[in-house]
């Protein structure tokens, strides 16, 4: 199985300031058949189900924020958002769907601090 | 719009049979595009990938092998519908449960979720 490794935990930032969560798969992700990284981020707010942000690493979902971005190559990306704004309060995620199983990161806990 | 509604008790007593059902509008679960998959979230942990089916000239599923001795899932094409059966379940197997859509390998829409909790 691929392994999925988020850091930070978690971690408090103040509005209108920057976040970086980083993600580390313990294989490959890189598809080739699609030219691109089968990783993806997910916001998860209480009591919701998961929602994708960025997909293939580094594509913007519709309807989401350009203040999120997607980034990395090899085993290790980068989830960055910019000026956080309080709706922004939530678990994040990384997923790989390189191999079965779909695997996904512990998540990382985003605040305002 | 594409929406998937789960359904399904919330209360299963150890050793028995958890079964959800989730229904989907907005879009045909046949379509060759996509997969049917089923997730779990135990609190405070990501989430669990448990399976998936997909119509590729035939249904076709994929379980995760944590659960692979013990997990059914099935399509039904006049309902427009597929279903999630884990037998022989265990507290361990508490958890929120939900259905999604995967479409060029990622989750784009997902039930609302289904608290399923395995107690006596």
């Known amino acids: 199985d691929i392994v999925m490794t988020q850091s930070p935990d978690s971690l408090a930032v103040s509005l209108g300031e920057g976040a970086t969560i980083n993600c580390r798969s313990s294989?490959?992700?890189?598809?080739?058949?699609?030219?691109?990284?089968?990783l993806h981020w997910y916001q998860q707010k209480r009591g919701q189900p998961p929602k994708v942000l960025i997909s293939w690493a580094s594509t913007r979902e519709s309807g989401v924020p350009d203040r999120f971005s997607g980034s990395g190559s090899g085993t290790n990306f980068t989830l960055t958002i910019s000026d956080l704004q309080a709706e922004d309060v939530a678990v994040y995620y990384c997923?790989?769907?390189?191999?079965?199983?779909?695997?996904f990161g512990q998540g990382t806990r985003l605040e305002i601090k | 719009q594409i929406q998937l509604q789960q359904s399904g008790p919330g209360l299963v007593k150890p050793s028995q049979t958890l079964s959800l059902t989730c229904a989907i509008s907005?879009?045909?679960?046949?379509?060759?595009?996509?997969?049917w998959n089923w997730i779990r979230q135990s609190p405070s942990r990501g989430p669990e990938w448990l399976g998936k089916?997909?119509?590729?000239?035939?249904?076709?599923?994929d379980y995760a092998t944590s659960v692979k001795s013990r997990i059914t899932i099935n399509a039904d094409t006049s309902k427009n519908q597929f279903s999630l059966q884990l037998t022989s379940v265990t507290p361990d197997d508490t958890a929120v449960y939900y259905c999604?859509?995967?479409?060029?390998?990622?989750?784009?829409?997902w039930g609302q979720g289904v608290l399923v909790t395995v107690s006596s």
């Open positions: 997923q790989q769907y390189y191999s079965l199983p779909i695997t």
């Open positions: 907005g879009d045909n679960i046949s379509d060759y595009d996509v997969a």
């Open positions: 999604a859509r995967d479409f060029r390998y990622r989750f784009d829409y």
């Open positions: 294989q490959s992700v890189f598809h080739s058949s699609a030219n691109g990284y089968n």
């Open positions: 089916t997909r119509y590729r000239s035939g249904w076709r599923t």
